[in-house]
């Protein structure tokens, strides 16, 4: 993939060359780039230097998506179907190309995409939301299990304001701040993904709400049960907004089945495929707004649940380019 991406932006200098050509610079032999001057004047890009230009053609050309789309494959839950694709692996799925068109919501939610997080690892995604020149995507499994949504206690209670009785409650005020460093760093070296830089409790993840708290009656999110000072990463936690957005409520089987699959004794609730190894929930990064403890999940039943247990998974939700 690195030599490929090497030849690929080779090519790219070559149509670089063209662009300059048209801004008056041109060069019949290699020079050295201090030596060129670059105007993006009439080049239809953002960049203000050739080395900026080069790396933006990149991004923006066909050469690259061949090497991170592996395949894609149109979601169909409905059993019996005769294109039914709930995992990518039925041989009834059907291929997709949606994520060439920049259109926004080319691909559906639930658009199973099997990609190239960096050069060598494969993750399996489903698509969220298509917003034209981006997709904001949500990992087909756990990506870590058995974490505290925040930071742990001890059993003693020393320090104990999430202590009661003979268990472990994660703290909501906190925030899910055992589990962020450890997502985050599971996927640094997901290079074909791109950084997202948010602020919890401020910015409107997918433009769906900002606030941290959700009420457990209803799972309206309109307060901050916490805030976080800002964070950059390629990875980051579903939030209940999107997944009210994607159907999820409290009553079960109410997310669709992607959202919910590969969880613990998931085919009980409609799941297509079990992960032994995994939780039976994955944390979300909202807090319960209710009550002291206790963070929200989704769960095998395929629903929202808010929980003052801990050790659950989380799944990564990433942003890729189209």
Known sequence: MKKFKQNSKIMIFFILGLVLAGSGVYAATTIAGSNITYSNSKSGLSSTN????????????DIRKVGRFV??????????????CVTGEESTCKRTT???NKIENSCPSGTIIKYKVNDTDIINFHVMF????????LSQKNIVYNVDWSNKIDYNGVGGECY?????????DKGPISILPILENVTRGWSNVNDQTYTLGTTSLSGKGA??????????CTSNTYTLPERTAKARML???????????????????????????STNYGGANDDIAAN???????????????????????????????????????VIAK
């Open 50 to 61: 050739v080395q900026n230009a080069i790396d933006e053609l990149y991004e923006k050309s």
């Open 71 to 84: 395949n894609s494959y149109t979601y169909n839950q409905t059993s019996g179907a005769s294109n039914y």
């Open 98 to 100: 949606c994520y060439k």
């Open 130 to 137: 298509d917003e034209k020149n981006t997709i904001t995507m």
């Open 164 to 172: 009661i009785g003979a268990n472990n409650y994660p703290c909501n």
């Open 211 to 220: 606030s941290t708290g959700c009420n457990i009656d209803n799972y309206e």
């Open 239 to 265: 939030t209940a907004q999107e997944a009210k957005a994607l159907g999820c409520t409290n009553q079960s089987k109410s997310c669709p089945i992607w959202v919910y699959n590969y969880l613990k004794l």
């Open 280 to 318: 039976d929930s994955y944390w979300l990064i909202n807090g319960n707004s209710s009550g002291k403890y206790g963070g929200i999940t989704i769960n095998e039943h395929g629903n929202f649940s808010a929980t003052a247990n801990h050790l659950h998974g989380t799944r990564a939700v990433v």
